[in-house]
């Protein structure tokens, strides 16, 4: 048996042996992606501490800009109260209110946050805040 022969044999055997180890069709779901989708009361409470983190930062670095309307800076100095408010709020305190909002969006209290969960809060969420804008795109309107 020549070379090439010899290579075209070995691969042609790797590549069977590799097909013949692959399952047939794709694993069903198991509990633990389902769980992975879920969010508890701890993991809500080290996002929203991470959130706040994350936020105070952005706001800083934005109000160093010297060009800065008063209205945005004015903007940003609420959200900064906003969000000092929370950071330099006692644990427990701050875990009640966290608490509070976790069991208005786990609207069947069995003590996680699911897809569905998640989604109903985002669209009561977004309904809620587009508001805003609504009355902001009228008066743009209003004016052209």
Known sequence: ????????FAATASLLAAAAYLPAEAAPATATDSAAETITFDQYRDWRMHFIEE???QIAAELADK?????????????????????AMPAA???RLFRERFDEIDAN????IDR??????????????????????A???ARR
């Open 67 to 87: 060009n800065l309307t008063d209205a945005r800076r004015a903007a940003l100095q609420r959200q900064k109260s906003y969000y000092d408010y929370f950071a």
């Open 139 to 141: 008066a743009n309107d």
């Open 55 to 57: 936020r105070q930062i």
């Open 1 to 8: 048996m020549n070379t090439i022969a010899r290579y075209a």
């Open 93 to 95: 305190d701050r875990d």
């Open 116 to 137: 569905n969960e998640r989604a109903a809060w985002h669209d009561k969420q977004r309904a809620f805040y587009d508001r805003s804008n609504f009355r902001r795109e």
């Open 109 to 112: 209290h069995d003590g996680v």
